[in-house]
């Protein structure tokens, strides 16, 4: 009995000294959120400026040292935060690291890989109808398979299929549109903003359910000025297609398992709670742990099993996905110090701008402005982290998110929809827009300038449905 | 099986020319008409981080190597071998194994960097090509170096034929090995033949071994004999990969020829094949006929 009562209070005074540390910890994150000044923030949008302007105007330089670049904007992001707030600032960092960036990126790299392991052979004839119908698949699977793998895996058939037309500039820019973007904002695994919104505690399905109409709104608008787009060109042109027709055909079909055992590993990290591990005093879900394993398992069994001539027919190569991961290290050591600013809401520097960020639309508009022009993960991310510091200022994270849920959930929807949609507003909105004007240049499919894209096509087209998005649902 | 037409990939490292030059002495083996590639590999102009496509950039690149070639085939046509070129933007194994099946060339040439001492003498590329190659791949190692006894030195291979060793395993490939060897009728001057019967083998079958081994090397050599050829055949016991480096070595040598089995990628991983190894550790350039 004594025996047992020492066990109970050795166990006590462990979870209390626990809470201690816990609440301490917190104490010291939320006094350094509420102390760090606005031009901390610097780097992040050094890193995000970069990303924008150096491909338009050093392209060259670079796409040799991007790495080198990242790694500057992360060093003096982290050095600074280190010297300063010692213990709290590494904490962030491996909270960062350990929390966000290993999860982000383990699953960008299995859809990546499984998705390359499926070849679409054969030979579709790009008339409108099949055009539209393609881009409507495309659109569909996208949240299934992630927007990068619906992207890799449709965009050279449909080249092909339009190899014969001669106005098929645009219809690339359509496909960077819906498969690119639009049609991931079902799913986290759809769009990687979603999926760091999933890492902080928002159900898988949520999106799905709460976003679905904005979606076949968009889809809907934007398919539609296709098909008449499109039509339009055909008659034009008169072009018939005479090359030789190959059945269609997939290869390395069985990835569709794996690519469901990733989608299915997410859903049981959302769904199981197994209790909590301490990884250099991160605290992380061993759901969450079993599910990145489980990613890197269907990933490796991808590769082994696919024979590598498939990856071959797909043009397969590591390279954009070890550039996603060398940038987005430095984007998430930079983003530190402005998602802290934003947790500590009106306490923080970011006051006045927490304090303007009143309406829902305020929020579409925001997130969708800032992910047109800057990567939209970290720019859903910090509007997520806007809005939980704006309405539950000093609320942990696991209560907060429930709470924005339940209390506010048209902001998330707003901040979902505005960090998806947008995008597809420039080339270096998502990830796979560039991927895909890589593919299709190098196919001879010229593209237009960055901004050309964004004048002809983005402030014509996507703009106008966008307004009609906000008069209809963030009104 | 003839040596009429060669594929030469090239990266136009360092000594990239000379071993195009030297390769000339396979005129007399009947060589007519040299094949040019160049891969520009995707990552060099595609997929710029946010950019896209560097097309500037693949021009440069392509007029570079346009202009070498040019160069190279003024020398080449002076030489009375016929050349042509392609410059291809991809990953470089798979587009050497393509433009090989379809200009049907009867073998590939493939280079390698220059070697630091201490460092293998091809890279997982070309292990890469040569499990996968249906066409003899000549592994050309026109200056290597190494460290002996702590010393380092350097070994030119300016020629090529002269004296070649054949490595049998006698298995099929091996048979395909020396039936090509009838194509350096012409510059070749002596053929050393070489089995290694693996010291693991217990005594008895060592001896039965190297005694069968014995005389279907006798046989073999008389036949290059009835050829033309002047030839002698070795049975060592020992481990294959060493004994073939070491006797291609005392010999004095000019190249190694090898059949090679076509190991699977996972088992050639993880056991990798002797003729891969030889091609690997060789100073010599090594052909290996699949």
Same mark, same amino acid.
């Not at chain 2, 292990?127 to 000549?138: A, G, I």
């Given at each position: 009995m004594k025996k047992k009562a020492m066990v109970l209070s050795g166990l006590l005074v462990m979870v209390l000294v626990g809470v201690a540390f816990a609440a301490e910890e917190k104490s010291e994150l939320m006094k350094m959120a509420e102390s760090l000044p606005l031009w901390s923030t610097i780097p992040f949008a050094g890193i995000l400026l970069s990303i924008a302007l150096f491909p338009l105007f050093a392209p060259r330089f670079w796409h040799h040292h991007f790495g080198k670049v990242s790694a500057f904007w992360a060093i003096i992001t982290i050095i600074p935060m280190l010297a300063v707030y010692k213990h709290a600032g590494l904490h962030e960092f491996l909270h960062i690291f350990i929390g966000d960036y290993f999860p982000f990126i383990i699953l960008l790299w299995g859809l990546f890989t499984v998705a390359g392991n499926i070849y679409l052979k054969g030979t579709l004839v790009g008339t409108p109808w099949i055009n539209t119908g393609w881009l409507a698949v495309g659109t569909g699977i996208a949240s299934w398979m992630g927007t990068t793998g619906a992207a890799m895996l449709m965009i050279r058939p449909f080249l092909r299929a339009n190899r014969y037309r001669k106005y098929r500039t645009f219809m690339v820019v359509f496909f960077i549109f819906l498969v690119c973007n639009i049609g991931g904002a079902l799913t986290p695994v759809g769009d990687p903003p979603l999926f760091i919104g999933f890492l902080h505690g928002v159900p898988f399905f949520w999106v799905t359910l709460k976003i679905l109409p904005h979606m076949l709104f968009v889809v809907g608008c934007?398919?539609?000025?296709?098909?008449?787009?499109?039509?339009?060109?055909?008659?034009?042109?008169?072009?018939?297609?005479?090359?030789?027709?190959?059945?269609?055909?997939?290869?390395?079909?069985?990835?569709?398992? @794996?690519?469901?055992?990733?989608?299915?590993?997410?859903?049981?990290?959302?769904?199981v709670k197994l209790g909590e591990v301490n990884i250099l005093g991160v605290h992380r879900t061993i759901e969450s742990l079993i599910r990145d394993g489980f990613i890197i398992l269907m990933g490796i069994l991808s590769l082994v099993i696919t024979p590598r001539e498939v990856r071959e027919a797909n043009e397969f190569t590591w390279f954009p996905i070890k550039e996603v991961a060398y940038l987005f290290a430095g984007i998430f050591a930079a983003m530190a110090p402005c998602l802290l600013i934003l947790e500590a809401g009106e306490k923080g520097a970011a006051a006045p701008l927490m304090r303007a960020m009143e309406h829902p639309y305020h929020y579409f508009w925001a997130t969708g402005i800032l992910s047109s022009f800057l990567d939209n993960t970290p720019t859903y991310y910090t509007? @997520?982290?806007?809005?939980?510091?704006?309405?539950?200022?000093?609320?942990?994270?696991?209560?907060?998110?429930?709470?924005?849920?339940?209390?506010?959930?048209?902001?998330?929807?707003?901040?979902?929809?505005?960090?998806?949609?947008?995008?597809?507003?420039?080339?270096?909105?998502?990830?796979?827009?560039?991927?895909?004007?890589?593919?299709?240049?190098?196919?001879?499919?010229?593209?237009?300038?960055?901004?050309?894209?964004?004048l002809k096509y983005s402030c014509t087209i996507l703009i106008p449905v966008f307004i009609l998005v906000t008069l209809i649902f963030f009104h | 099986m003839a040596i009429h037409k060669i594929l030469f990939p090239t990266k136009f490292r360092e000594l990239s020319f000379d071993a195009l030059s030297a390769l000339l002495e396979l005129k007399e083996a009947g060589l007519e008409e040299v094949v040019l590639l160049h891969v520009i590999e995707r990552e060099q102009v595609g997929f710029v981080p946010y950019g896209g496509y560097l097309k500037e950039e693949e021009e440069r690149l392509r007029d570079i190597a346009r202009l070498k070639f040019e160069e190279w085939q003024q020398f080449l046509e002076r030489k009375g071998i016929k050349s042509k070129f392609h410059i291809l933007v991809g990953n470089p194994v798979p587009k050497i194994l393509a433009v090989a099946e379809e200009d049907n060339v009867d073998l590939i040439v493939a280079g390698r960097k220059k070697r630091q001492a201490l460092e293998r003498y091809i890279g997982s590329s070309m292990l890469d090509l040569l499990q996968r190659s249906k066409k003899p791949v000549l592994v050309f190692k026109y200056m290597c170096y190494d460290i002996e006894k702590g010393r380092e030195f350097c070994v030119v291979n300016q020629q090529l034929c002269e004296h070649l060793l054949l490595a049998t395993d006698f298995s099929e490939s091996s048979e395909r090995a020396f039936r090509f060897l009838e194509n350096f009728k012409g510059p070749a001057k002596k053929i050393t033949l070489l089995h290694v019967v693996s010291e693991d083998l217990g005594k008895p079958a060592l001896e039965k071994e190297a005694s069968e081994a014995k005389a279907k090397l006798s046989e073999f050599s008389q036949k290059l004999q009835q050829k033309g050829f002047t030839s002698q055949y070795y049975v060592h016991i020992g481990k294959p990969v060493q004994e073939i480096l070491k006797i291609s070595q005392e010999y004095e040598t000019n190249m190694v020829l090898m059949g090679t089995t076509g190991k699977g990628r996972w088992r050639a991983l993880w056991l990798g094949s002797v003729s891969q190894r030889v091609a690997e550790f060789s100073h010599l350039p090594v052909l290996l006929v699949p």
């Amino acid at each position: 009995m004594k025996k047992k009562a020492m066990v109970l209070s050795g166990l006590l005074v462990m979870v209390l000294v626990g809470v201690a540390f816990a609440a301490e910890e917190k104490s010291e994150l939320m006094k350094m959120a509420e102390s760090l000044p606005l031009w901390s923030t610097i780097p992040f949008a050094g890193i995000l400026l970069s990303i924008a302007l150096f491909p338009l105007f050093a392209p060259r330089f670079w796409h040799h040292h991007f790495g080198k670049v990242s790694a500057f904007w992360a060093i003096i992001t982290i050095i600074p935060m280190l010297a300063v707030y010692k213990h709290a600032g590494l904490h962030e960092f491996l909270h960062i690291f350990i929390g966000d960036y290993f999860p982000f990126i383990i699953l960008l790299w299995g859809l990546f890989t499984v998705a390359g392991n499926i070849y679409l052979k054969g030979t579709l004839v790009g008339t409108p109808w099949i055009n539209t119908g393609w881009l409507a698949v495309g659109t569909g699977i996208a949240s299934w398979m992630g927007t990068t793998g619906a992207a890799m895996l449709m965009i050279r058939p449909f080249l092909r299929a339009n190899r014969y037309r001669k106005y098929r500039t645009f219809m690339v820019v359509f496909f960077i549109f819906l498969v690119c973007n639009i049609g991931g904002a079902l799913t986290p695994v759809g769009d990687p903003p979603l999926f760091i919104g999933f890492l902080h505690g928002v159900p898988f399905f949520w999106v799905t359910l709460k976003i679905l109409p904005h979606m076949l709104f968009v889809v809907g608008c934007v398919l539609a000025i296709y098909f008449v787009m499109d039509l339009y060109y055909y008659k034009k042109e008169g072009a018939v297609f005479t090359g030789e027709k190959e059945p269609l055909g997939l290869e390395g079909w069985y990835n569709f398992i @794996f690519l469901a055992g990733i989608v299915g590993s997410v859903i049981f990290s959302g769904i199981v709670k197994l209790g909590e591990v301490n990884i250099l005093g991160v605290h992380r879900t061993i759901e969450s742990l079993i599910r990145d394993g489980f990613i890197i398992l269907m990933g490796i069994l991808s590769l082994v099993i696919t024979p590598r001539e498939v990856r071959e027919a797909n043009e397969f190569t590591w390279f954009p996905i070890k550039e996603v991961a060398y940038l987005f290290a430095g984007i998430f050591a930079a983003m530190a110090p402005c998602l802290l600013i934003l947790e500590a809401g009106e306490k923080g520097a970011a006051a006045p701008l927490m304090r303007a960020m009143e309406h829902p639309y305020h929020y579409f508009w925001a997130t969708g402005i800032l992910s047109s022009f800057l990567d939209n993960t970290p720019t859903y991310y910090t509007f @997520f982290t806007s809005a939980l510091g704006k309405f539950f200022t000093g609320v942990p994270e696991p209560q907060a998110v429930p709470m924005l849920l339940s209390q506010k959930p048209i902001f998330l929807k707003a901040i979902s929809a505005g960090a998806v949609f947008f995008g597809a507003n420039t080339y270096i909105g998502n990830a796979p827009n560039f991927m895909v004007r890589s593919i299709s240049e190098e196919a001879g499919t010229p593209m237009p300038s960055f901004f050309g894209y964004m004048l002809k096509y983005s402030c014509t087209i996507l703009i106008p449905v966008f307004i009609l998005v906000t008069l209809i649902f963030f009104h | 099986m003839a040596i009429h037409k060669i594929l030469f990939p090239t990266k136009f490292r360092e000594l990239s020319f000379d071993a195009l030059s030297a390769l000339l002495e396979l005129k007399e083996a009947g060589l007519e008409e040299v094949v040019l590639l160049h891969v520009i590999e995707r990552e060099q102009v595609g997929f710029v981080p946010y950019g896209g496509y560097l097309k500037e950039e693949e021009e440069r690149l392509r007029d570079i190597a346009r202009l070498k070639f040019e160069e190279w085939q003024q020398f080449l046509e002076r030489k009375g071998i016929k050349s042509k070129f392609h410059i291809l933007v991809g990953n470089p194994v798979p587009k050497i194994l393509a433009v090989a099946e379809e200009d049907n060339v009867d073998l590939i040439v493939a280079g390698r960097k220059k070697r630091q001492a201490l460092e293998r003498y091809i890279g997982s590329s070309m292990l890469d090509l040569l499990q996968r190659s249906k066409k003899p791949v000549l592994v050309f190692k026109y200056m290597c170096y190494d460290i002996e006894k702590g010393r380092e030195f350097c070994v030119v291979n300016q020629q090529l034929c002269e004296h070649l060793l054949l490595a049998t395993d006698f298995s099929e490939s091996s048979e395909r090995a020396f039936r090509f060897l009838e194509n350096f009728k012409g510059p070749a001057k002596k053929i050393t033949l070489l089995h290694v019967v693996s010291e693991d083998l217990g005594k008895p079958a060592l001896e039965k071994e190297a005694s069968e081994a014995k005389a279907k090397l006798s046989e073999f050599s008389q036949k290059l004999q009835q050829k033309g050829f002047t030839s002698q055949y070795y049975v060592h016991i020992g481990k294959p990969v060493q004994e073939i480096l070491k006797i291609s070595q005392e010999y004095e040598t000019n190249m190694v020829l090898m059949g090679t089995t076509g190991k699977g990628r996972w088992r050639a991983l993880w056991l990798g094949s002797v003729s891969q190894r030889v091609a690997e550790f060789s100073h010599l350039p090594v052909l290996l006929v699949p």
